[in-house]
């Protein structure tokens, strides 16, 4: 019978399904021992700064994502720690059998494994690829739904009338771009779809306002802004992308969700006290992010990726936010150890933890 199965194992060169096999696993074990490691530093930081921690969260989910590309730029370093994926052994044979078989004018061939070790091993990289293939289709889908908020957007533009709320929000938004030294073009618009405020794409980012920011204060609508463009210096929408490659190609690892969980924890904290740190006064900053969560119409159930402001853990950010202080300190060691995280990351790209396989000597027949 032909199974689909038979037909790729038939269809693969020789030996290219354990290539791909071996480089998967080879990036799957170095991406998880940086992973590992940027959860141990995390959680030496839990007294710092969400900044911190996100700084680390970005380098070790991006790095993961990298590991594959850097194993093959830096030299090698052979620590042979763990057993080879393919040996080409032979079966052991006692005593007895051998003797059987010296007796036997022709010796009977050795049972063939290579077709079942290749059928295997065909499936275990088809099902990394299709898990792969379906957290795409997923990040497709949820782009073309932010593409839906965006096109059905109306975009707040000047108008002749300088005391309009078209005026007044632009006027917001170029004052809060010069602030924090954003060049980049942004365009703002609203939407009746968008759960909360939000913010999505690179080279040309968006913010979407609610229709429900109309009658919000103009303190309000400031640090909504505020919030939005701190965003959008940071970058996050791009780190936010590369996080979710980095779940797509290693999906099968548990620890890059959990990164990528404390990586969208962290980030909105680290929004936080970046609008803090530009003057805002936790109380007032905590007393509208409140209110713009409580006024909202119906839950944030907003695509993956976009970067919003509301979320889910609001309880712990209001805590962080009251208790926010500035600290010098911080930066210091969120450069330390995002230094020893990347020394870590080239360290372990370089090594080959793999044993060299068995060469079988050639028959002198």
């Known amino acids: 019978m032909n199974t689909p199965l038979a037909y790729l194992t038939s269809n693969v060169p020789d030996g290219a399904a354990q290539t791909a096999l071996s480089f998967v696993a080879d990036s799957a074990l170095k991406s998880g021992v940086i992973l590992l490691a940027a959860i141990v530093f995390a959680a030496l930081l839990q007294g710092h700064s969400a900044r911190a921690r996100y700084t680390l969260w970005c380098v070790a989910l991006i790095g993961a994502l990298a590991i594959p590309v850097v ?32 007796s036997l004018e022709t010796a009977p061939a050795l049972p063939e494994l290579a077709p079942a070790l290749d ?72 939407s009746t779809e968008v ?8 080279f040309r980012p968006q913010i979407l306002i609610p229709t429900i ?50 990586l969208n924890h962290d980030r909105e904290l680290a929004c936080d006290e970046g609008v803090l740190a530009l003057g805002t006064r936790p109380s007032t900053y905590a007393a509208h992010l409140l209110g713009v969560t409580r006024s909202l119409v119906r839950a944030t159930n907003a ?8 979320s889910s853990h609001l309880s712990t ?31 372990f790209a370089a090594v080959d933890p793999w044993r060299a396989p068995v060469v079988l000597p050639a028959d002198p027949r």
């Open 317 to 347: 950010r209001l805590e962080t936010i009251l208790g926010w202080e500035p600290s010098r300190a911080t930066g210091v060691v969120t450069r330390a150890l995002t230094l020893l995280l990347v020394g870590t990351l080239i360290t």
């Open 213 to 262: 920011g109309e009658v919000w204060s103009p303190e309000r609508r400031r640090v909504v802004l505020l919030h939005e463009l701190v965003h959008i210096r940071r970058r996050d929408w791009m780190v936010q992308m590369l996080a979710h490659l980095a779940c797509a190609v290693y999906w099968f690892n548990p620890l890059v969700w959990i990164a990528q969980r404390q």
């Open 303 to 310: 695509p993956v990726v976009v970067v919003q402001m509301a």
């Open 195 to 202: 759960p909360a405020p939000m913010t999505w794409g690179l």
């Open 119 to 190: 059928g295997t091993t065909i499936a275990l990289v088809s099902a990394w690829v299709v898990g792969i293939a379906t957290i795409l289709l997923w990040l497709a889908a949820s782009l073309s739904r932010a593409g839906t908020y965006a096109r059905h957007s109306t975009r707040v533009r000047p108008g002749t009338d300088p005391e309009s709320s078209d005026a007044e929000w632009l006027d917001l938004l170029n004052e809060n771009r010069r602030l924090l030294s954003i060049h980049r073009e942004v365009t703002l618009a609203r």
């Open 71 to 102: 194993s093959l730029v830096v030299p090698t370093l052979d620590v042979p720690l763990m057993p080879t994926l393919f040996d080409s052994t032979p079966p052991t044979l006692s005593g007895a059998s051998l003797e059987r078989l010296a």
